[in-house]
């Protein structure tokens, strides 16, 4: 496949946002004028049709290539969630037939000339997230989330121990759910403790990306099936994090 830069998402566990981060980034890149992939490896948890409001829809094949489904002019996506019946329906596939699925959403699919591939991995470091790394080739990067508090980040600890000894460069952590603003009287909650991620990157000698704030907004448009369409404090946290992402990729990358 022809993509300028190739980016991995992944956490240490589950229930950390890594799917929204993943759709996030790859909704505000293509809104500066990026042509984005996002490829959902995420196959027994694949939310990202959800997240991105077009639960429901089908994959169609011409010439012999899969079609990704366009989100808008620059945004294209794949998903097993396209090609299961229903969205309540399990993958019960051993390895061998997952790795030929997520192979031939990254070969047979006509995923055009990109500027960023954003691969969505499955949470964990098991078997599955290390034959997806070794099916893709030439990664810029990888984005590891996590959450502030201690249980995620002993998983996120894992991860980054992983990523180096897959020989893929860390582009940086994102803390996700970093306090909650209260849409009354504007406090902020840290209901998940605060810092961890920042603390963490520090500790390992990488890039903090930024936080990402629990924003009741996110979740409404997500449910309208109208993500990160309107301003708040959770898409100026994405903004601020893809500019962060772009300049890393862009000065280690020469362009």
């Known amino acids: 496949m022809d993509a300028k830069h190739k980016i991995i998402i992944l956490s240490g566990k589950g229930g950390v946002g890594k799917s929204t981060v993943a759709a996030a980034l790859s909704m505000v890149l293509a809104k500066k004028g990026y042509k984005v992939g996002l490829l959902d490896c995420d196959l027994h948890g694949p939310s990202i049709p959800k997240i ?60 055009e000339k990109l500027d960023y591939l954003i691969v969505d991995l499955p949470p964990g470091t098991g078997d599955e997230p290390l034959s997806i790394l070794q099916l893709i080739s030439d990664i810029d990067g990888a984005i590891i989330v996590t959450t502030p508090q201690d249980v995620a980040l002993l998983s996120v600890r894992k991860s980054i121990n992983f990523v180096k000894k897959m020989g893929v460069k860390i582009i940086g952590i994102v803390e996700n759910m970093s306090g909650f603003k209260c ?54 946290a994405f903004n601020k994090i893809a500019d962060n992402v772009d300049k890393i990729i862009n000065e280690k990358g020469g362009g």
């Open 52 to 111: 991105l409001g077009v639960e429901g829809k089908r994959l169609i094949a011409e010439n012999n290539k899969i079609q990704p489904f366009q989100i808008n002019e620059n945004l294209k996506i794949i998903s097993i969630g396209f090609v299961l019946p229903d969205s309540d329906s399990p993958v019960i596939w051993r390895g061998p037939l997952k790795m030929k699925a997520i192979k031939q959403f990254l070969e047979e699919t006509n995923w």
């Open 183 to 236: 849409p009354h009287c504007g406090k902020t909650t840290y209901i998940f403790k605060q810092g961890g991620g920042k603390k963490t990157a520090e500790e390992f000698g990488l890039n903090f990306l930024g936080c990402v704030p629990l924003d009741l907004k996110i979740v409404e448009e997500g449910d309208l099936g109208k993500p990160f369409e309107n301003k708040s404090d959770a898409l100026e």
